[in-house]
């Protein structure tokens, strides 16, 4: 764990402005910073970067927050990833809390294990580019598959020689031991000899999410029929084939922006597709796509598309893999290359806008195409039609959700011309074995019946909530004025003596959030909205316990959905800016100083909400009860419109 020490240095030192500007190109606007948004696709700016503040808001999804926000959004870190990111950034050595002899062996080994991948990630590349046998053979190679040299580096491709032993040699010269370079499948050891498992092939490195080196896929150059075409890492404690894609690196800007991922089967598919422009696309490397693979979409996107070859063998094995997306809760569409095509092939030979156009034409409900490839070998034969169904209708009951299940359905009725009580019921039967086998009753009562169509009712413009607007307020003069200490004047009511209740001029000096937690706390006035009763905790808290509120840190420790509405209040003045009210001759003043009278107004109408609120509570009380308590009821109506008056009152005199 890292400690928390090195977290506050990395607060300190990093600037929201100059991370954020290695993403996205930001011009200068006023104090601020803006750019289009790196999370849509948008012709206009909505994009806010406050460097004073130290917090970015994007107006278009709705997204903001700090630095590590940003990074965590963006760049699909986790909270260390994204800290460990910025301390490299800014040259922070990075200090962790206590751990066990154990725990701390442990993270030493997987580090060491990830230094000598990545020292052999730039081994074989310098291999590549530096040596004759490099460009004579791997460049080359790379070079014939079509590939740039801008994608040879971007993807790090590289050439291990063909000698026993020289990234072995090469690594103990340079200090790393031989047993991390056994562990992570480098090299291997057989009594007294070691060489190089990659030993003359081209080299593929496999990267996690935040850009680790993971492993590496080795393809082979010589006509050896004893030797595997390609070669991968064997499984160790950094990687994890099951576990990882390839291209996934690269590809989760691009997946996450466009709302959706293709699906490949190989390396270079990969990155013959990212070359043309296509770059939210990911591969299996070949191997049978897992569970833990499509939840690392998941993080990304909802939206798989699957790509297959024109002619793909064991094209219906394939679709084991398809029935595993669904049951993930993924939306699923598979699109086929024409004959004799694959990914690769294609891309080379066509242009960005010809790939999209086949791809958007071409991809199909995993519905549709399931069927279209499996009725045709059923074709005049009941018994194969009955499998086809039975398999079909297999596949719509990993879909966790019934309303997706009973839309198929209805699809696979249409295209099969099989009765939906047929389907319906089969759906029963592998339902009710399947929550048997699972430990349930076996019981399931499946929902059918035709789509009615309900009318939909007029559009009603929604009401303003007048306390959720003031409950807001509130959080707002907090986080903007919070310490700030002023001269707060307000009317009370105080008896003359003659005994007669006056208004006077009260004077009191005090921090804003003294006096709006005073006056709400004599009112027993609480907030209503979960979100902002939280956050006002909070905020109470820590101007209660430090010197000063830092908006950066602070939103560490929020959820997503408290962090965003904390930069919509506090990038709302930038918002005006990003409308160019100008243009229009509206000028809008910012607001830099606090006034006073806007802190006692905000409490005072929450009072008087509060009262009208309960005025309306009790005369429905005295609707419904005529009998004894009616008249106690009426008289308490009273006392509130006294008290709703006086406030009033007071308001007026503040205005």
Not at 279 to 297: M, P, Y
Request: negative net charge; hydrophobic residues 35%; glycine residues 6%.
């Amino acid at each position: 764990m890292i400690h928390k020490s090195t977290v506050d240095q990395v607060f300190d030192a990093a600037r929201v402005e100059e991370v954020i500007g290695d993403f996205v190109q930001l011009k200068k606007s006023g104090s601020n910073y803006k750019g289009l948004s790196p999370f849509t696709d948008e012709r206009s700016p909505s994009f806010m970067v406050s460097p004073v503040k130290q917090i970015w808001k994007d107006f278009s999804s709705g997204k903001g927050g700090n630095v590590v926000a940003f990074l965590m959004e963006h760049e699909h870190f986790n909270y260390p990833e994204a800290i460990k990111y910025l301390a490299k950034k800014y040259g922070i050595e990075i200090e962790e809390t206590e751990r066990t002899d154990e725990q701390k062996q442990q993270a030493d080994e997987r580090e060491s294990m990830y230094l000598v991948s990545e020292f052999a990630n730039q081994f074989f590349q310098k291999k590549l580019h530096k040596t004759e046998q490099g460009k004579a053979i791997g460049l080359s190679y790379f070079k014939e598959r079509g590939f740039t040299n801008e994608t040879i580096k971007k993807f790090d491709l590289g050439y291990s020689p063909d000698l026993w032993d020289a990234f072995t040699e090469e690594a103990l010269k340079s200090g790393y031991k031989l047993a991390f370079l056994e562990k992570t499948g480098l090299s291997i050891v057989k009594e007294q000899k070691k060489f190089d498992r990659f030993k003359g092939r081209v080299m593929f490195p496999i990267h996690s999410m935040s850009g680790r080196t993971l492993g590496f896929g080795g393809r082979i150059l010589t006509n050896d029929k004893k030797a595997a075409k390609y070669l991968n890492s064997p499984e160790s404690d950094i990687y994890h084939k099951s576990k990882v894609l390839y291209g996934i690196y690269h590809a989760k800007q691009s997946i996450a922006k466009e709302d959706n991922c293709y699906l490949v089967e190989g390396y270079t598919d990969v990155i013959q597709m990212h070359q043309v422009g296509i770059e939210n696309v990911v591969a299996s490397s070949g191997t049978a796509l897992t569970a833990d693979q499509i939840r690392l979409i998941n993080r990304l996107t909802k939206n798989i598309t699957v790509l297959f070859d024109g002619d793909a063998a064991g094209l219906r094995a394939s679709m084991r893999g398809i029935d595993l997306i669904l049951e993930q809760g993924m939306n699923v569409k598979v699109c086929t290359f024409p004959e004799g095509e694959d990914p690769d092939s294609f891309a080379k030979a066509n242009t960005q806008e010809e790939i999209q156009d086949f791809l958007q034409q071409n991809s199909k409900d995993f519905i549709s195409f399931k069927a279209s490839l499996l009725v045709n070998q059923a074709e005049g034969d009941p018994i194969k039609k009955a499998e086809v169904v039975r398999d079909m209708v297999n596949s719509i009951a990993k879909i966790p959700d019934q309303i997706q299940q009973e839309i198929y359905l209805k699809e696979c009725t249409r295209i099969m011309d099989v009765s939906e009580d047929v389907l319906y019921s089969t759906l029963a039967q592998l339902n009710a074995k399947n929550n048997k086998e699972s430990g349930g009753s076996g019981k399931y009562t499946p929902k059918k019946g035709n789509f009615e169509v309900i009318k939909q009712p007029k559009e009603v413009r929604p009401k303003v909530d007048r306390q959720f607007e003031l409950e807001r307020h509130i959080i707002s003069l907090l986080l903007r004025y919070g310490k700030v200490e002023d001269l707060f004047e307000e009317y009370v009511y105080k008896e003359d003596s003659d005994g007669n209740l006056v208004l006077e001029l009260e004077k009191q000096e005090a921090k804003v959030y003294e006096k709006i937690f005073l006056d709400l706390q004599e009112d027993e006035i609480e907030f209503t909205n979960d979100g902002f009763r939280s956050l006002y905790e909070k905020i109470i808290y820590e101007f209660n316990t430090k010197e000063d509120l830092k908006v950066e840190t602070f939103i560490n420790e929020l959820t997503a959905a408290q962090a965003s509405e904390i930069t919509a209040i506090l990038m709302a003045e930038e918002k005006n800016v990003l409308h160019r009210w100008e243009d229009q001759d509206i000028f809008v003043q910012p607001k830099t100083k606090l006034e006073a009278r806007e802190v006692n107004d905000t409490i005072l109408n929450l009072r008087m909400h509060l009262v009208k609120q309960k005025v309306a509570e009790l005369m429905e009380d005295a609707k419904k009860d005529i009998a004894a308590h009616h008249h106690q009821i009426l008289e308490q109506v009273i006392e509130y419109k006294k008290l709703e008056m006086n406030i009033a009152e007071r308001i007026k005199r503040v205005l």
